[in-house]
């Protein structure tokens, strides 16, 4: 037995199945969740779980339930694997005290993972999450064997946030509008979805019971959509959509079968959602997404908020304010109307509806907001390093600075989350580690492909000028 520090990362606590992720660490982790309810005078709202498709995410889940019962805590179970947001809306619609995803999102398949779901139906806010930290166990302490399995309800919780997304969006719209669709499922819980709601018109891909992910991250970035971007370029599709381990996180591909990221996804869906439904409110991005989200909300009238990267910090606005639309690089997206959480599922629909009602190609939209809010490309490269290398780099950056990269003065530097050298081309570059991986991420923006590549590989090469 391996007892190691428990910390929360981004999003939630997230190792390596058999070596840190355990039966008696995640076990420490939910006595220290019911710790915290009981704390909180919520243990009687109970707790909601839920899990993926990984190895033995069922077998996590159940073990969690086990402890919490064992603590007098009630638990409602999933019947099966299902999306995070789905988790996230279940936690709101059982006015539970928490909810609990077992999933380790997009992180490789050797990995699990631990996430915290508030009862508002988002992701537990950063002072919530550190509270729970703080009431975990050294040791895992002694539980029976066999909880009482009153306590325990196992509930078709993915059948009723289907239903959900029935009422949200319509479906009528999408069927009838003769797109053809493929969903790249990526092995993960999102799988099956959007075949259940719009039949034969979906095409679906890597959408088996496969655990190991054919050994690749299920994370719908370019470099794992291999099998998308071919059978788009192959077969004639309309609109490719990918989602993650845990559904959500979301990536679109075009008719062409070139890739629409995050960045061009949310500068859609402010367009959409303010000139087509009528919607208004706030632009919220993190810290590494596009700023053609600022030249569209000067154009409209929309204020924008910049937060730290993790969409912890994005639902706050949600929760405080009024927003259109918030999200983040990495492919979380949240509207108006829905609940406070990322969902690639509901995500992906709104995008087919925009299709099917604006009578338009995908790529034919995303070359308007090119014209009208940019040209701005973005590019993101994620270098596994060694501690030592990482934490040099940071501090040089720290102490000395970057006067120029790739050839072009720095004119300003900001620290939100990370380092953003802001070049006097208008382009510029994010460098900023991980908080979930041993990885150093580089993000950047430019006026051309070729120069947010250039930036990256920039920023790649020094780091391998940094010590060993």
């Given at each position: 037995m391996r007892s190691v520090p428990i910390r929360f990362g981004t999003d939630g606590w997230r190792a390596v199945i058999a070596a840190d992720f355990t039966f008696d660490n995640v076990g420490r982790l939910a006595w220290?969740?019911?710790?915290?309810?009981?704390?909180?005078?919520?243990?009687?709202?109970?707790?909601?779980?839920?899990?993926?498709?990984?190895f033995l995410s069922e077998r996590f889940a159940q073990h969690v339930a086990a402890v919490l019962a064992t603590r007098g805590i009630p638990v409602i179970l999933s019947d099966g694997f299902l999306p995070t947001p789905a988790l996230s809306w279940a936690t709101h619609h059982y006015e539970a005290g928490l909810g609990?995803?077992?999933?380790?999102?997009?992180?490789?398949?050797?990995y699990n993972g631990y996430k915290l779901k508030a009862s508002f139906g988002g992701p537990a806010l950063p002072e919530?999450?550190?509270?729970?930290?703080?009431?975990?166990?050294?040791?895992?302490?002694?539980?029976?064997?066999?909880?009482?399995?009153?306590?325990?309800?196992?509930?078709?919780?993915?059948?009723?946030?289907?239903?959900l997304l029935r009422e949200r969006v319509d479906l009528e719209a999408i069927r009838s509008s003769g797109l053809r669709v493929v969903h790249d499922a990526m092995y993960g819980a999102?799988?099956?979805?959007?075949?259940?709601?719009?039949?034969?018109?979906?095409?679906?891909?890597?959408?088996?019971?496969?655990?190991?992910?054919?050994?690749?991250?299920?994370?719908?970035?370019?470099?794992?959509?291999?099998?998308?971007?071919?059978?788009?370029?192959?077969?004639?599709y309309d609109v490719g959509l990918a989602t993650d381990g845990d559904a959500d996180r979301i990536a679109l591909v075009d008719e062409r079968g070139h890739l629409v990221d995050s960045h061009k996804i949310l500068a859609l869906l402010v367009r959409y959602l303010y000139e087509h439904r009528g919607l208004r409110g706030d632009i919220v991005k993190t810290f590494s997404t596009t700023h053609m989200l600022e030249r569209m909300g000067a154009h409209y009238g929309l204020r924008v908020h910049t937060t730290p990267i993790g969409f912890k910090y994005v639902v706050r606005h949600f929760l405080e304010g009024d927003v259109l639309v918030g999200g983040?690089?990495?492919?979380?997206?949240?509207?108006?109307?829905?609940?406070?959480?990322?969902?690639?599922?509901?995500?992906?629909?709104?995008?087919?509806?925009?299709l099917a009602k604006l009578r338009l190609r995908l790529s034919a939209l995303v070359e308007a907001l090119q014209r009208d809010f940019g040209p701005l490309y973005n590019r993101r490269l994620d270098v596994h390093t060694t501690e030592a290398q990482k934490r040099a780099l940071l501090e040089r950056i720290r102490t000395e600075g970057l006067p120029a990269i790739a050839g072009v003065r720095v004119r300003e530097v900001q620290d939100l989350d990370g380092y953003k050298h802001l070049l006097e081309d208008g382009g510029w570059l994010l460098i900023r580690p991980s908080g979930t991986e041993p990885v150093l991420r580089f993000y950047s923006e430019a006026s051309s492909p070729e120069r947010a590549q250039e930036l990256v590989q920039a920023g790649a090469q020094l780091l391998e000028r940094a010590p060993c």
């Open positions: 220290g969740t019911a710790r915290w309810l009981e704390s909180q005078g919520l243990a009687s709202r109970g707790v909601v779980i839920g899990y993926d498709t990984r609990v995803m077992i999933t380790a999102s997009h992180n490789p398949p050797e919530t999450v550190a509270a729970v930290e703080a009431c975990i166990p050294d040791e895992p302490p002694d539980w029976p064997e066999n909880p009482p399995q009153d306590r325990i309800r196992v509930e078709p919780l993915r059948a009723r946030f289907l239903e999102g799988q099956g979805a959007l075949r259940a709601l719009l039949g034969p018109m979906v095409q679906e891909l890597r959408a088996a019971y496969n655990p190991g992910f054919d050994r690749e991250a299920p994370e719908p970035i370019e470099p794992h959509l291999g099998p998308l971007l071919k059978l788009m370029r192959e077969e004639g983040e690089e990495s492919g979380g997206l949240a509207i108006k109307g829905h609940i406070p959480e990322r969902d690639g599922i509901f995500i992906g629909l709104i995008v087919l509806e925009m």
